[in-house]
């Protein structure tokens, strides 16, 4: 059964560091990979989405790398600001079935 | 982007009604939808799985009878509480992918249920 585990659980740094939010998963036959945003009582809303065939994506300060064959992926954001404040969960779709695994998700504070 | 619509964003309903949440596609067929619940500071619970003209998949421990899904279109699904009582107060989401193995998952802005 696929699991995935992401570190830290949570996160309170200073505006304008640079951060990596981690994400693991046990079974390494997946189709992709998605990053999401949860902000509180909002829907999820999608950052990244990388393909098993691919090692990174890129949307503006926020770099996505994965390495399917050791089971991880990391979330970089550069530069953080106080909107960048939010849960982060990332989601794997297996190989041979379409319900995601979710991590239990990364909350990061980002303080002025 | 792929964008699905989700009505209402919050909700309040006396004990014993039943409540209707609809998940609406956009800008794309949605061949599966997704059902999940949130507890305040939890991540996402699977309720359930519709594909478009067949019966929900259910998670174990949901009751079918009191979350009807109906997905009856390629662009809408609704989930259905009846006869609500204060502990099915929780955050809803839905969520919709395109068919493809290699498409991601889109979700709705979430409803907000609350039962007095």
């Known amino acids: 059964k696929q699991e995935v585990t992401q570190i830290p659980a949570a996160l309170s740094v200073p505006e304008g560091e640079n951060l990596v939010l981690n994400c693991s998963f046990t079974d390494s036959a997946i189709y992709n990979l998605q990053w999401f945003r949860q902000d509180p009582g909002k829907g999820l809303t999608s950052l990244l989405l990388?393909?098993?065939?691919?090692r990174e994506q890129t949307s503006g300060r926020l770099n996505a790398s994965l390495d399917k064959s050791s089971g991880r992926s990391t979330l970089y954001i550069a530069a953080s600001q106080p909107g960048d404040s939010a849960t982060y969960l990332c989601a794997v779709k297996p190989g041979g079935s379409y319900i995601p695994t979710f991590g239990r998700g990364t909350s990061l504070i980002v303080h002025p | 982007g792929a964008v699905v619509s989700q009505h209402p964003s919050r909700v309040i309903c006396k004990s014993g009604t039943s409540v209707k949440i609809e998940c609406r596609s956009l800008?794309?067929?949605?061949?599966?939808m997704f059902w999940y619940r949130q507890f305040p500071k939890q991540s996402l619970m699977l309720m359930a799985t519709?594909?478009?003209?067949?019966?929900?998949?259910?998670e174990q421990g949901v009751e079918k009878d009191k979350f009807l899904i109906n997905h009856a279109s390629l662009t809408l699904s609704t989930l259905t509480v009846t006869s609500a009582h204060p502990e099915d107060s929780s955050f809803y989401i839905c969520s919709a992918r395109e068919q493809g193995a290699y498409y991601g998952y889109t979700f709705g802005s979430g409803t907000r249920l609350t039962v007095v």
């Open positions: 990388i393909q098993s065939s691919q």
């Open positions: 519709s594909n478009e003209g067949s019966k929900a998949t259910y």
């Open positions: 800008d794309f067929q949605a061949t599966t």
